[in-house]
């Protein structure tokens, strides 16, 4: 009976190591950012929290600018709770950020374009799944766009088309539509490039994970049943084939 016990413990551990690693493969996220797009005006003020990576206390809001790394609070950022609040960007403090745990841990990193010209690009900041609508919208922040106004969209260098409305909608999108965007508004300028991603359907078992992840009771409950009535049945078993045995011989 002992050695059905150390089994049931071996069992048990192997399978809530599993669930926690895999666990934490889905939690890694991306710092949520607002405004929710990928270029700003300079004096502009965004503001960063990491509530979707983790919520225990000790964080840090991260950047790398353009090759040194520094956190939200030291030279740049100030802290309100949660939340850190970026006043007054500068082209300078274009950059990827992103979170970072007491542990090291990391989410994904955003990219973020600060630009002093008067056009930017609203596009998506974060990946959006295939089979979604996509709008790019191109603004003009000296001057409202008219309909004789010629807008013209770029992919990856390469003209896509002329619209005389600001928007550029992308219907059932999929992974041929990644790549680096831009928009030029006729008399006001170009903005600069924007990396638009795809995530892929492909993984259909993302979002029940992501669900079983978000309250891991329940999952261990079930695997710790599970794992005590294979252990039984197996012991169940080995008795049974154990009183049979004088009879055979």
């Not at 666990?23 to 700003?40: G, L, N, W």
Request: contains cysteine.
């Amino acid at each position: 009976m002992h050695f059905f016990f150390l089994v049931l413990i071996n069992m048990w551990l192997l399978l809530v190591t599993q669930v926690w690693d895999g666990c934490d493969a889905q939690r890694v996220s991306f710092p949520h950012v607002v405004p929710k797009t990928s270029q700003h005006y300079e004096y502009s003020t965004l503001s960063f929290d990491c509530k979707e990576f983790d919520v225990s206390p000790g964080w840090r809001l991260m950047r790398k600018v353009p090759t040194e790394s520094t956190a939200c609070g030291t030279s740049w950022g100030v802290f309100s709770g949660y939340i850190c609040i970026f006043k007054h960007v500068f082209m300078g403090d274009s950059g990827q950020y992103w979170c970072e745990s007491r542990d090291g841990k990391k989410s994904n990193t955003v990219n973020i374009t600060i630009t002093p010209g008067p056009v930017i690009l609203e596009s998506p900041l974060l990946p959006v799944m295939e089979g979604n609508t996509v709008s790019l919208r191109c603004k003009n922040k000296t001057a409202s766009t008219n309909a004789s106004t010629s807008i013209s969209f770029y992919k990856n260098g390469l003209f896509i088309k002329n619209i005389s409305t600001s928007t550029l909608i992308i219907h059932n999108i999929n992974k041929s539509h990644e790549g680096l965007y831009k928009c030029n508004i006729s008399g006001a300028g170009e903005s600069p490039e924007s990396w638009l991603a795809v995530r892929s359907r492909d993984n259909t078992d993302y979002h029940m994970v992501t669900l079983l992840c978000y309250d891991q009771l329940p999952v261990l409950l079930y695997l710790l049943i599970r794992t005590v009535g294979t252990v039984l049945w197996v012991a169940l078993l080995l008795l049974v084939l154990r009183k049979r045995q004088p009879w055979n011989n």
